[in-house]
């Protein structure tokens, strides 16, 4: 059974004055009982496309990346870029390599990081932009991976959450990067360019 959900466009909250123009919401198709072998099918041949592929015990969502969710994610990684060199952070963008359990689960995330200059088995961060509602619950699919942070960006702004047992809880700021300004940062995610939200990153930090 396939599902198409779209959802209407409400305007962003701006992050000054001027108002930033609507987000479109790309579309999901939502398939059920589909075996792990077709969804490697599937993401092999789509591999290097627009589609992001989430499979998660039998249910495969399918979402095509708008223009608009690939400059948010890339202006938060620049603003985080950006922090990590102005502090002095070491760090390693890992992107968005695919995470998967064999069998049960299996996602590319939007971003990804490792801080410190050792390798490590998981990322420290992942970074997730959700333009649309009713696709698999991210922090759910995320928990066995064990990841220590995951960032949410929505259209309500920029969310941490750290893993807390099985699963992840709301928190106020990083703790990877505590001097992040996680609210600063999810308003200038929708700047007209990337350039301008990490110079008004810098100059509101150093203000």
Not at 12 to 24: C, G, Y
Not at 55 to 75: A, F, P, V
Not at 123 to 139: F, Q, R
């Amino acid at each position: 059974m396939t599902a198409i959900r779209k959802r209407p466009s409400p305007r962003l909250s701006p992050a000054t004055s001027r108002s930033q123009p609507a987000v479109p919401t790309p579309a999901l198709v939502v398939w059920h009982d589909i075996d792990w072998k077709l969804y490697l099918q599937l993401d092999k041949k789509l591999e290097g496309s627009s589609t992001r592929l989430t499979y998660c015990q039998g249910r495969l969502d399918i979402m095509t990346l708008s223009n608009d969710h690939e400059r948010i994610k890339n202006t938060l990684h620049d603003l985080i870029v950006a922090h990590c060199f102005d502090a002095g952070i070491e760090f390693t963008s890992e992107g968005s390599a695919t995470r998967r359990i064999t069998g049960d689960r299996g996602k590319e995330p939007d971003d990804s990081f490792i801080f410190g200059d050792k390798p490590k088995a998981r990322p420290d961060l992942l970074l997730e932009v959700a333009l649309t509602s009713g696709g698999i619950d991210k922090l759910e699919f995320y928990a066995p991976f064990k990841i220590p942070e995951i960032w949410i960006w929505t259209r309500e702004g920029l969310a941490v959450f750290r893993l807390a047992g099985a699963g992840y809880r709301k928190a106020r700021k990083s703790h990877l990067l505590t001097g992040f300004d996680v609210t600063l940062a999810g308003e200038l995610a929708t700047w007209p360019t990337t350039s301008k939200a990490v110079k008004e990153y810098r100059r509101l930090k150093s203000s």
